[in-house]
């Protein structure tokens, strides 16, 4: 019999943790306590305690080419960046492809997870869920954990001193959906993450003014780069990867104020190059300019109508608060002792397996905060996490897992603190999705490549890194991969040519740089002549 897999939740994670389980050979079990798949994309009108909720307005930060899973590319007619619509049906596409929705047991909610008794044997686990319609609970032996719960569902909210005394609205950005109700009032919105500079901007145009508390400060980018690029098809490459950061900063951050000069927006962190966080915002900056937006240090103390500033200045007359003040996670499900957390520091080696449990059947899929894209993270971790299951792959030693994890403990909490989830769960995107791979044995073959197909790996090396390049060899090899990876240009403008545009405004280009050389030779020539013959 086909050894059984748990897998908690059927949201992104859970989604692609059951394919990889079928590609390994097991059987998995989802439970969705939900309706329908998607989790967090699985838009309600409606915020509900305890699950994920998203804004109405709110579109990916990442590009389709980025955030596909490696052997399903988004269709070519979708936007570059798409709003939660989209990355809706395109999650039914991949269910209904790889026929995944049969493995789902919907409105099912997991109660309990624990160690069977003879765990350290077998290493089974006793999964306690109940049917949500009927009230039923039904313990299960099975062989392996995936916990793809997620960790946006739990809003954190701060202690701020004298928010309780605060006489107006006090909302978390979890609960937030639109701007009615937000007409003609003055905001406060505390926090400078990405769903922060949405809300903001969105309030912004509708209410009567809005201020915009950050304590560190921080640097913005915008979705899109030179000539309207998408920007993470130039900033995830490889090439860019290898220069060394002491290189590289200093063109970095030349490129980030170029756009705007964020000291006189008030956004600079108050700290040299690690200081403050990276956000993704179009339209900020605008708001800022217009008048719409100002922006203010870190709080004191709140008062019934305002708040006080560590810089002594005071807002009055405060209609309502808006914590964007992120997500903090738990996994009260699981056993005591299976996950340890330091505040929000998890020991976990490599963000997937409890340090110290052994045997390592139970892993957990989805705990990354990237600067980069999401999905196909969670799907190297679970084919992984299938393959570690399936014996086809290895992880360290206990010892060698806990001095891996004791030493990012240290360095967290010495660069960022352990306070934040948004610092001790953030991962490099290329690094590391090659360091699975590497475990895994998918890792693209770049030397081979420079000598067997140098095109190929001119587009790899140089382009963007597009998740195709996990599958051309190897475990899961995907025949498509390749070309996939070479269609990446023609795909992205593809849903952009919807008028036959003219060639005047490039013409122009070249047209005035002509103009300029003739009157160069020109102006040379007038004054050989003047100097030599006249």
């Given at each position: 019999?086909?050894?059984?897999?748990c897998?908690?939740?059927?949201?992104?994670?859970?989604?692609t943790?059951?394919?990889?389980?079928?590609?390994?050979?097991?059987?998995?079990?989802?439970?969705?306590?939900?309706?329908?798949?998607?989790?967090?994309?699985?838009?309600?009108?409606?915020?509900?305690d305890?699950?994920?909720?998203?804004?109405k307005?709110?579109?990916?930060?990442?590009?389709?080419?980025t955030?596909?899973?490696?052997d399903?590319?988004v269709?070519?007619?979708?936007?570059n960046?798409?709003?939660?619509v989209?990355?809706?049906?395109?999650?039914?596409?991949?269910?209904?492809?790889?026929?995944?929705?049969?493995?789902?047991?919907?409105?099912?909610?997991?109660?309990?997870?624990?160690?069977?008794?003879?765990?350290?044997?077998?290493?089974?686990?006793?999964i306690?869920?109940?049917?949500?319609?009927?009230?039923k609970?039904?313990?299960t032996r099975?062989?392996?954990v995936?916990?793809?719960?997620?960790?946006?569902?739990?809003?954190?909210?701060?202690?701020?001193?004298g928010?309780?005394?605060?006489?107006?609205?006090?909302?978390?950005?979890?609960?937030?959906?639109d701007?009615?109700?937000?007409?003609?009032?003055?905001?406060?919105?505390?926090?400078?993450?990405n769903?922060?500079?949405?809300?903001?901007?969105?309030?912004?145009?509708?209410?009567?003014?809005?201020?915009?508390?950050t304590?560190?400060?921080?640097?913005?980018?915008?979705?899109?780069?030179?000539?309207?690029?998408p920007?993470?098809?130039?900033?995830?490459c490889?090439?860019?990867?290898?220069?060394?950061?002491s290189?590289?900063?200093p063109?970095m951050?030349?490129?980030?104020?170029?756009?705007?000069?964020?000291?006189?927006?008030?956004?600079?962190?108050?700290?040299?190059?690690?200081?403050g966080?990276?956000?993704?915002?179009d339209?900020?900056?605008?708001?800022?300019i217009?008048?719409?937006?100002?922006?203010k240090?870190?709080?004191?103390?709140?008062?019934e109508?305002?708040?006080?500033?560590?810089?002594g200045?005071?807002?009055?007359?405060?209609?309502?608060i808006?914590?964007?003040?992120?997500y903090?996670?738990?996994?009260?499900?699981?056993?005591?002792?299976?996950i340890?957390?330091?505040?929000?520091?998890?020991?976990?080696?490599?963000?997937?397996?409890?340090v110290?449990?052994?045997?390592?059947?139970l892993?957990?899929?989805?705990?990354?905060?990237?600067?980069?894209?999401v999905?196909?993270?969670?799907?190297?971790?679970?084919?992984?996490a299938?393959?570690?299951?399936?014996?086809k792959?290895q992880l360290?030693?206990?010892?060698?897992?806990?001095?891996?994890v004791?030493?990012?403990y240290?360095?967290?909490?010495?660069?960022?603190g352990?306070?934040s989830?948004?610092?001790t769960?953030?991962?490099?995107?290329?690094p590391?999705?090659?360091?699975?791979?590497?475990?895994?044995?998918?890792?693209?073959?770049l030397?081979r490549l420079?000598?067997?197909?140098n095109?190929?790996?001119?587009?790899?090396?140089?382009?963007?890194?597009?998740?195709?390049?996990?599958?051309l060899?190897?475990p899961?090899?995907?025949?498509?991969?390749q070309?996939?990876?070479?269609?990446?240009?023609?795909n992205?403008?593809y849903?952009?040519?919807?008028r036959?545009?003219?060639?005047?405004?490039k013409?122009?280009?070249?047209?005035?740089?002509?103009?300029?050389?003739?009157?160069?030779?020109?102006?040379?020539?007038?004054?050989i002549?003047?100097?030599?013959?006249?």
């Amino acid at each position: 019999m086909n050894k059984t897999v748990c897998i908690v939740g059927a949201g992104v994670s859970g989604l692609t943790s059951i394919k990889s389980c079928l590609e390994e050979g097991l059987l998995p079990v989802c439970f969705e306590k939900d309706t329908d798949i998607g989790g967090l994309w699985n838009y309600k009108d409606t915020p509900k305690d305890g699950d994920p909720s998203l804004y109405k307005s709110c579109s990916a930060n990442t590009t389709k080419e980025t955030m596909c899973f490696s052997d399903f590319p988004v269709p070519r007619e979708f936007p570059n960046f798409m709003n939660h619509v989209y990355f809706k049906k395109y999650l039914d596409l991949y269910a209904e492809k790889f026929d995944l929705r049969k493995y789902i047991k919907f409105q099912h909610s997991i109660e309990r997870i624990q160690k069977a008794e003879d765990f350290f044997e077998y290493g089974d686990w006793l999964i306690t869920s109940i049917n949500l319609r009927t009230g039923k609970k039904e313990t299960t032996r099975m062989n392996f954990v995936l916990a793809c719960n997620g960790h946006l569902h739990e809003p954190n909210i701060p202690k701020f001193p004298g928010l309780d005394r605060f006489k107006g609205k006090v909302i978390h950005t979890h609960d937030y959906k639109d701007f009615y109700g937000y007409e003609g009032k003055r905001i406060l919105l505390i926090g400078n993450g990405n769903s922060g500079m949405d809300v903001a901007s969105e309030l912004s145009l509708h209410a009567k003014h809005l201020y915009m508390s950050t304590r560190k400060g921080f640097h913005i980018i915008q979705r899109t780069s030179n000539e309207g690029r998408p920007f993470d098809h130039i900033l995830f490459c490889r090439f860019r990867q290898d220069i060394p950061w002491s290189l590289m900063r200093p063109f970095m951050y030349h490129r980030i104020y170029d756009r705007y000069n964020h000291d006189k927006y008030g956004l600079s962190p108050n700290l040299r190059y690690n200081g403050g966080t990276v956000s993704i915002t179009d339209e900020l900056p605008n708001r800022i300019i217009y008048g719409k937006i100002t922006m203010k240090t870190g709080i004191e103390r709140f008062t019934e109508n305002g708040a006080i500033f560590i810089d002594g200045t005071e807002l009055k007359d405060i209609d309502v608060i808006v914590l964007a003040t992120g997500y903090k996670y738990s996994y009260d499900f699981l056993e005591e002792g299976v996950i340890q957390l330091d505040y929000s520091f998890p020991y976990l080696y490599d963000l997937v397996w409890p340090v110290d449990l052994q045997p390592a059947t139970l892993a957990v899929i989805g705990l990354v905060q990237p600067f980069g894209p999401v999905p196909p993270i969670v799907e190297m971790q679970a084919r992984w996490a299938t393959r570690i299951f399936a014996e086809k792959c290895q992880l360290p030693s206990v010892a060698k897992r806990v001095a891996k994890v004791d030493q990012k403990y240290v360095l967290s909490k010495r660069r960022f603190g352990i306070e934040s989830s948004r610092y001790t769960i953030i991962v490099d995107y290329i690094p590391y999705m090659d360091k699975i791979a590497g475990c895994i044995g998918c890792k693209p073959p770049l030397w081979r490549l420079f000598f067997s197909d140098n095109a190929l790996w001119r587009k790899i090396y140089f382009g963007g890194t597009t998740p195709p390049q996990w599958r051309l060899h190897g475990p899961g090899k995907w025949e498509g991969a390749q070309d996939a990876i070479l269609r990446v240009e023609e795909n992205t403008w593809y849903p952009l040519r919807t008028r036959q545009a003219g060639t005047n405004s490039k013409e122009g280009i070249y047209e005035g740089w002509i103009n300029l050389l003739k009157k160069l030779i020109l102006g040379l020539l007038l004054l050989i002549f003047v100097k030599y013959i006249v």
